[in-house]
């Protein structure tokens, strides 16, 4: 079965702290892709990331930051002196070749950065 | 490039009501997919499309439920007739192909007040 599960519901933070949104997944595919996706109060799903299952390396991407652990089945972002930009609530996804392609969500954090 | 389009971005209807939402996805895009956002939750997918046959309505309740992409580009959803517990934001989805390895872009979803 697939599964996405995002312990923390909410979570707020001072301006230019750092936070780290966690999300840990379960699949029997050995093939699949780990997805952030961002959803501010437009409501929109705004794309962040995707990793695929044979990529552990750890990525960068400005003060964004996604460590991704297999043996932890473990897909963590990470923002770097956060923004009251950065206020939204982030979600985490898995899609597998099995199933499909379709997403599987958690269930969200929503991230509130105090000015 | 312009992104999935969904119209309209908000409804509200009396219970035992019809609705229609449509979806006009990414020029290319030959797999469509409609999701289901329950506030609080993470999006769950309804019915997925390739080109204009259904891949994937496990989770449709087709007793109220319908959809249709009848020449493979654009979509239309269905709900009749409502009822209180479908109040929730409806994303249209597409990507290239059933791997969505070239990514989902999201449309901007139409939230639904069912009263």
């Known amino acids: 079965a697939q599964k996405v599960t995002q312990a923390q519901t909410e979570i707020s933070v001072v301006e230019k702290e750092d936070v780290t949104l966690d999300c840990v997944y379960e699949t029997r595919d050995t093939t699949y892709y780990l997805f952030w996706y961002k959803q501010p109060p437009s409501g929109e799903l705004v794309f962040l990331i995707r990793?695929?299952?044979?990529?552990?390396q750890n990525e960068i991407s400005g003060r964004y930051s996604w460590n991704f652990q297999k043996s932890t089945s473990s897909f963590n972002f990470t923002i770097t002196a956060s923004q009251v930009v950065d206020s939204a609530v982030y979600f985490c996804a898995l899609s597998g070749t099995n199933t499909g392609n379709q997403f599987y969500f958690g269930t969200g954090t929503s991230l509130t950065v105090i000015p | 490039e312009a992104g999935v389009a969904q119209s309209p971005r908000y409804k509200i209807i009396e219970k035992r009501q019809s609705v229609a939402f449509w979806c006009n996805p990414i020029?290319?895009?030959?797999?469509l997919y409609w999701y289901q956002q329950i506030l609080g939750q993470g999006p769950k997918l309804l019915i997925q499309f390739q080109n204009n046959g259904v891949v994937d309505d496990s989770q449709l309740p087709k007793d109220r439920f319908s959809a249709e992409r009848l020449k493979g580009v654009d979509s239309t959803l269905k709900i009749q007739p409502a009822k209180l517990e479908d109040s929730a934001v409806y994303l249209c989805a597409s990507s290239l192909g059933l791997q969505g390895l070239g990514g989902y872009t999201f449309g901007s979803g139409t939230r639904l007040t069912v009263v």
């Open positions: 990793r695929n299952s044979f990529d552990e």
């Open positions: 020029s290319g895009h030959a797999t």
